[in-house]
């Protein structure tokens, strides 16, 4: 007998089922929602285990009875490589006798019908809505997905797409379907189907969920403001006549006339209407309460507009995203910089749904470079090492027998020329690193190894003279013609990625692969400083991204030199970004880390163009994709910054894999911060000349501190209180 692995024994009785409709290519017609549903009969209800993949997402009831809390589930993947499946306890959900469970399709990503620059309409994975499905009750099997479920494409859902949105018809919901004796006969059996070509895998990281709900203020007719921007939709109660309809746009801006504005954020989508949701009324005369499950939305706003005799009596915003527990917050005694934080947070949340995106309105794309660049972030606030570990098995997927990768992941074949690089690839090998240091985890690594492999294999057929050019660099700076060159910033991300794969070999024991991944990292940085270094101590055209890399990379000869050189040129400039968002992390940090915390605050936080803190001073609530804004108001690749505080003036710092050292650093401009990450908090506050610290070491912890004035020590969990008197610079 040939062995089967536990993810088919979940599923040995189910089979692949699906409409009676073929999707034959991209111009099949589209299919409202699919529902499902068999009744089966229980004896005893314990140890009840129900396995399901229902794709693109699913909603599943037993008895009527939601199963789980989870929403847009399961995680999106590359289908024909891997499909993720869950598992569930249901046995509070089943009684002796008869039983029926139910389950609804969407499209999600598995069947993406809006026509887009990325192509996703063109997939080669893509098909309608199927379903795996099998519950069993002490090893036996109840109920298992086969021929005799029965099918209808006649329910309420009309139209569902993930850029797009959801139209609901209450009018054909059939009252009692999700239970016992309801009369299907004008329903059809499924199809047995084939399955979406990928192996079975269980999801891995926290589900998405509606975790907050938020009350929307009412502008004007018809217009609501949420007061934030966020990923989600809203839920409205209304009440009318049978057939009135209300229809829901949402967007993040407003124009002159104080109406909604999605001009910046649709021009990639070609089809359908842009992020509209749409509920027609069934008219009982009671009040119809509805919110969409297939598809979110980036908005600050939502313009409703009502056709027919109905009353919106409420309507709320559902903040949706994976659902992370919260590990780490930061706050301090400036104002600004509060904001700042709160604005980081905002954009990370809001781009972490499933994967991380860039942004959750036009793209929702799981774009590589912006993942790294927010990773350390969203690593000190939230317990996400398993969604970064499952959006890398997501990547590995895409990689091509040549070691190349596409810029984002999941990819329909876009982004293998272009929107790439290694400064977008870096990120499967510097997120498993990142991974590996913060939590102590060492999956990730050992999922990328072979995968790091052949993309350094496939750097080399792209180098010339040790240096690599291809892909994106610095990019979203405000001048494109100041960006420092992509060949210098890929180059030094060529050595991150190499040095990285030394560590990952020396972890695992294999010495001789590691020196030569060193002495590979070696000629990559001498053919930088051979090509860009000058005698003054800068590098090529001695602008802020060209200084900073080569110090943060560990590749200039003289790094203090170039990091003064680079405190003279922020303070020169006027404290204003010259750069992208690779530079909006390697400045400020080499700023920091050779005595200039002062420059880099002051570069963090002044109001001016091009910064920060000019997004903060007209009110913004998350961060811009461009420094002069104009495009999307909600993108995560400059969200570095709260990593900035939580790394100097909170002073946690990893300096070995799950190895912490608490060692503040103190901005003249700040007078008290408190910073807490894993349990462990980190406290400062200035008493004149004098700075108070306390830090608390949680049960099981340990942590080495390096406070100012204060002799270094290793300690255990407690509380531990110092006073030292130093001159505020």
């Known amino acids: 007998m040939i062995p089967r692995s536990t993810e088919q024994f979940c599923f040995d009785?189910?089979?692949?089922?699906?409409?009676?409709?073929?999707l034959v290519?991209?111009?099949?017609?589209?299919?409202?929602?699919?529902?499902?549903?068999?009744?089966?009969?229980?004896?005893?209800?314990?140890?009840?285990?129900?396995?399901?993949?229902g794709l693109g997402f699913f909603v599943c009831r037993i008895n009527g009875q939601r199963v789980g809390d989870q929403v847009l589930a399961p995680t999106v993947t590359i289908y024909d490589r891997h499909v993720r499946f869950l598992t569930f306890d249901v046995g509070a959900l089943l009684r002796p006798g008869g039983n029926v469970i139910t389950v609804t399709l969407g499209n999600g990503w598995y069947n993406p019908s809006t026509t887009e620059v990325w192509h996703f309409d063109k997939a080669v994975w893509r098909d309608y809505p199927k379903l795996l499905l099998q519950l069993d009750c002490r090893g036996k099997t109840v109920a298992a997905s086969d021929e005799?479920?029965?099918?209808?494409?006649?329910?309420?859902?009309?139209?569902?797409?993930?850029?797009?949105?959801?139209?609901?018809?209450?009018?054909?919901?059939?009252?009692?379907?999700?239970?016992?004796?309801?009369?299907?006969?004008?329903?059809?059996?499924?199809?047995?189907?084939?399955?979406?070509?990928?192996?079975?895998?269980?999801e891995i990281q926290p589900p998405c969920r509606v975790t907050e709900t938020l009350p929307l203020l009412?502008?004007?007719?018809?217009?609501?403001?949420?007061?934030?921007?966020?990923?989600?939709?809203?839920?409205?109660?209304?009440?009318?006549?049978?057939?009135?309809?209300?229809?829901?746009?949402?967007?993040?801006?407003?124009?002159?006339?104080?109406?909604?504005?999605?001009?910046?954020?649709?021009?990639?989508?070609?089809?359908?209407?842009f992020?509209?949701?749409?509920?027609?009324?069934?008219?009982?005369?009671?009040?119809?309460?509805?919110?969409?499950?297939f598809t979110y939305h980036g908005f600050r706003y939502v313009e409703t507009m009502i056709e027919g005799d109905a009353e919106l009596l409420a309507l709320e915003a559902r903040r949706v995203g994976t659902d992370f527990k919260q590990i780490g917050s930061f706050r301090c005694s400036s104002s600004l910089v509060n904001t700042l934080e709160a604005m980081a947070v905002r954009s990370c949340r809001a781009n972490f749904v499933g994967i991380p995106t860039d942004c959750p309105h036009r793209e929702k794309n799981g774009w590589t470079g912006d993942a790294l660049a927010a990773a350390e972030t969203v690593l000190y606030h939230f317990d996400a090492a398993r969604a970064y570990e499952s959006f890398l098995e997501i990547l590995i997927d895409t990689q091509r027998p040549s070691g190349q990768l596409p810029g984002m992941a999941p990819t329909s074949g876009w982004g293998y020329n272009s929107g790439n690089g290694p400064a977008w690839d870096g990120a499967l090998a510097l997120l498993p690193e990142l991974i590996h240091r913060f939590a102590a985890d060492d999956r990730p690594l050992r999922k990328c190894r072979e995968a790091i492999r052949r993309y350094l294999d496939y750097c080399d057929s792209m180098s010339t003279d040790d240096l690599v050019s291809f892909g994106l660099g610095d990019w979203c700076h405000f001048d494109k013609s100041r960006m420092a060159p992509t060949e210098l910033t890929s180059s030094c991300f060529l050595h991150a990625i190499l040095k990285a794969a030394a560590g990952f070999s020396a972890h695992v024991g294999e010495p001789e692969e590691q020196a030569e991944y060193l002495a590979r990292a070696e000629e990559v940085a001498?053919?930088?400083?051979?090509?860009?270094?000058?005698?003054?101590?800068?590098?090529?055209?001695?602008r802020m991204t060209s200084l900073a890399a080569p110090v943060y990379f560990g590749i200039a000869p003289e790094p203090e030199r170039t990091a003064a050189l680079l405190d003279e040129v922020v303070r020169t400039n006027r404290y204003r970004a010259d750069f992208g968002f690779l530079g909006s992390k390697f400045v400020p940090r080499v700023l920091a880390d050779y005595g200039y915390v002062d420059t880099a605050f002051e570069l963090l936080t002044q109001p001016e163009f091009p910064g920060w803190g000019r997004w903060a001073a007209q009110g913004e609530t998350t961060f811009l994709e461009h420094w002069e804004g104009g495009d999307s108001r909600n993108h995560v690749m400059f969200a570095d910054l709260s990593a900035w505080f939580f790394r100097y003036p909170g002073g946690f710092r990893y300096d070995a894999p799950g190895e912490l050292t608490i060692a503040p650093v103190l901005p003249a401009r700040l007078d008290s911060v408190c910073c807490d990450h894993r349990g462990y908090r980190s406290e400062w506050r200035r008493d004149r000349d004098t700075i108070h610290f306390r830090v608390i070491v949680p049960a099981g912890g340990r942590a080495r501190l390096e406070l100012p004035g204060v002799p270094m020590q290793n300690v255990g969990p407690g509380q531990y209180d110092f006073r030292s008197d130093i001159r505020r610079s």
């Open 275 to 293: 992020q509209t949701d749409s509920y027609t009324l069934k008219g009982s005369g009671e009040e119809e309460i509805w919110e969409p499950d």
């Open 13 to 22: 009785r189910a089979r692949w089922i699906g409409p009676r409709q073929v």
């Open 218 to 273: 009412r502008l004007g007719s018809g217009l609501y403001d949420v007061g934030e921007n966020l990923a989600g939709w809203c839920r409205l109660r209304i009440r009318g006549a049978a057939g009135a309809r209300i229809t829901l746009r949402y967007g993040e801006s407003l124009d002159s006339r104080n109406r909604l504005d999605n001009a910046a954020i649709d021009m990639f989508i070609f089809s359908g209407r």
């Open 526 to 542: 001498k053919a930088v400083r051979r090509k860009y270094a000058r005698e003054d101590g800068s590098f090529a055209d001695g």
């Open 25 to 53: 290519d991209w111009r099949a017609p589209e299919l409202p929602a699919l529902c499902f549903r068999r009744e089966f009969e229980v004896d005893d209800c314990a140890d009840a285990r129900l396995s399901i993949c």
């Open 148 to 202: 005799t479920w029965r099918v209808t494409t006649c329910g309420p859902i009309r139209f569902n797409a993930l850029r797009n949105g959801e139209f609901y018809d209450a009018r054909l919901e059939q009252p009692g379907w999700e239970q016992c004796g309801f009369d299907d006969s004008g329903w059809e059996n499924a199809r047995r189907v084939a399955g979406p070509g990928g192996a079975l895998v269980p």
